[in-house]
């Protein structure tokens, strides 16, 4: 059986990477507009895209940079 | 050659060898904030930027200038990271019956108030989505470190992967569901 809040779960990533073809973007907006249960799928979603790039970015070591500075070709 | 012309293309040649240089210097940043993730600790992340950085001074030559630097890089690491012998894990052909992208938010939504979405995302903790990406197979995580942490278009993914770009797409689909379920997992407690 059709169901456009089961085909709004497959655009989501899609949508969410700008790879959707522009029919099938106002197909997907046009759902999300009316489906509050989707819009907010969605949203989370962007939510969990940047916690996890923060979560998982640790600092370069300071240490790391002067012993990559030192592998240059004497000048 | 005159030995005039040939000093002063000796003199070019160096030139653009230590422009090149500071510019690879400038990305270190961003090459250690993906090779941390593609790797499972700090020192192995490390030792994989040194020998990448060591083998980029040496083959400077072989950069095509005006094309992408960051992903020329991670080309040399993910090699180098392959010859390591990491690659001996390989996907499990069976996975868990894969859930749908909604999965995550049902999941936290069922155990707790889900009024505001971006309060949703505040139960998860930084240890757990380290832990989480880390449980991803190989073949998915890589994916999903190039292009959502690395923010490498799918495009540059596959070239550093060498693998089809519509490979690319299938894994990141199927990683960042994989990724969800490992959230639910360590955030609820509950496997799919």
């Known amino acids: 059986m059709f169901d456009p809040c089961t085909q709004c779960e497959e655009m989501l990533q899609p949508y969410l990477d700008r790879v959707l073809s522009e029919e099938e973007r106002i197909e997907a907006e046009d759902h999300l507009n009316r489906c509050a249960y989707c819009a907010k799928r969605y949203r989370f979603e962007e939510s969990l895209r940047q916690f996890v790039r923060q979560a998982v970015s640790e600092p370069m070591p300071a240490e790391l940079k002067a012993r990559l500075s030192a592998l240059r070709t004497p000048l | ?192």
């Open chain 2, 1 to 192: 050659m005159s030995p005039e012309t040939d000093a002063r293309r000796i003199a070019e040649q160096e030139r653009d060898r230590v422009r090149f240089e500071e510019e690879v210097l400038e990305l270190a940043e961003q090459v250690y904030r993906v090779a941390r993730r593609l790797v499972s600790s700090r020192e192995e992340a490390e030792d994989l930027v040194q020998e990448t950085y060591a083998r980029a001074f040496r083959s400077w030559s072989s950069f095509t200038p005006g094309t992408n630097l960051r992903a020329w890089l991670l080309r040399i690491l993910t090699n180098l990271n392959i010859d390591r012998g990491r690659r001996e894990q390989r996907a499990p052909d069976t996975q868990p019956l894969e859930e749908g992208d909604y999965f995550l938010y049902n999941k936290l939504e069922e155990t707790g108030a889900a009024d505001d979405e971006e309060r949703v995302v505040e139960r998860l903790s930084q240890e757990g989505v380290v832990h989480a990406l880390s449980s991803v197979p190989h073949d998915f995580r890589d994916v999903i470190v190039l292009v959502d942490i690395g923010e490498f278009s799918y495009q540059d993914a596959a070239q550093i992967l060498d693998i089809p770009i519509g490979t690319v797409m299938s894994r990141l689909h199927r990683g960042r569901r994989i990724l969800k379920q490992e959230l639910a997992e360590e955030t609820v407690g509950e496997t799919a």
